[in-house]
């Protein structure tokens, strides 16, 4: 059990575009996700919660406007990154946690690159 | 604020060889730990998770401790295998149930 799927796991886009990745719990319901960040040879960085049918709470030093965190239902959470620019191009991951029971699981992770 | 660090930051083993994984954390007030393993451009898989009130997690030929008050969790690996490289990340759950703050991570090759 608890299973978190995330899509899509790479995409290349140009600047200026805006990309969406998904993150779903399969298998049990997450009133709260976590979006980090990871940049190479770093640890993750935690980018934001993200909580059902609430605004997400976003980490010291993350745009809000440029990281638009939706989370719509008990399964679904979407990161959005607007007007994508070189810079954003990381590896994206997200979590789920059931309750502190269970510990986080973590998506297989979307590298996105803005070229 | 919780700090957590994992030492050694790289590991070269050969095949066959038990090998310990370091994890230690500033703030004791943790409500479980928890051992991730992440590969090359791959998300984090969990392998072991450690409540506060538990003093170890066992699966397969991994073993993992937690001793609270010295502020320090250790990953074992017996035998290890080519296919256990990997980098391998803890977690410390901690003010609050969803903070969680993760090391930096080991970085084990396994040599065959």
């Known amino acids: 059990g608890a299973v978190v799927s995330q899509h899509p796991s790479w995409v290349i886009c140009k600047s200026g575009t805006s990309v969406k990745i998904e993150c779903r719990s399969l298998d049990f319901q997450a009133t709260t996700m976590f979006w980090y960040r990871q940049f190479p040879k770093q640890s993750l960085m935690l980018m934001a919660t993200s909580n059902e049918g609430s605004k997400a709470t976003y980490e010291q030093g993350v745009e809000k406007d440029k990281f638009l965190i939706n989370h719509a239902s008990l399964t679904l959470s979407t990161l959005t990154v607007t007007s994508a620019h070189p810079e954003d191009s990381s590896f994206y991951i997200c979590?789920?946690?059931?309750?502190?029971?269970?510990?986080?699981?973590f998506g297989s992770g979307t590298r996105l690159t803005v070229v | 604020k919780q700090e957590v660090t994992q030492i050694p930051a790289a590991l070269s083993v050969p095949e066959g060889e038990n090998l310990v994984l370091n994890c230690s954390f500033t703030?004791?007030?943790?409500?479980?730990l928890q051992w991730f393993r992440q590969d090359p451009g791959k998300g984090l898989t969990s392998l072991l998770l450690i409540q506060s009130s538990q003093r170890e997690q066992t699966s397969g030929r991994l073993n993992a401790s937690l001793d609270k008050s010295s502020g320090r969790s250790t990953l074992y690996i017996a035998a290890s295998q080519p296919g256990d490289s990997a980098t391998y990340l803890c977690a410390a759950h901690s003010g609050g149930y969803q903070k969680v703050t993760f090391g930096t991570g080991t970085k084990l090759q396994v040599i065959p």
């Open positions: 703030d004791s007030a943790i409500y479980n």
């Open positions: 979590s789920a946690t059931r309750d502190r029971n269970y510990g986080y699981t």
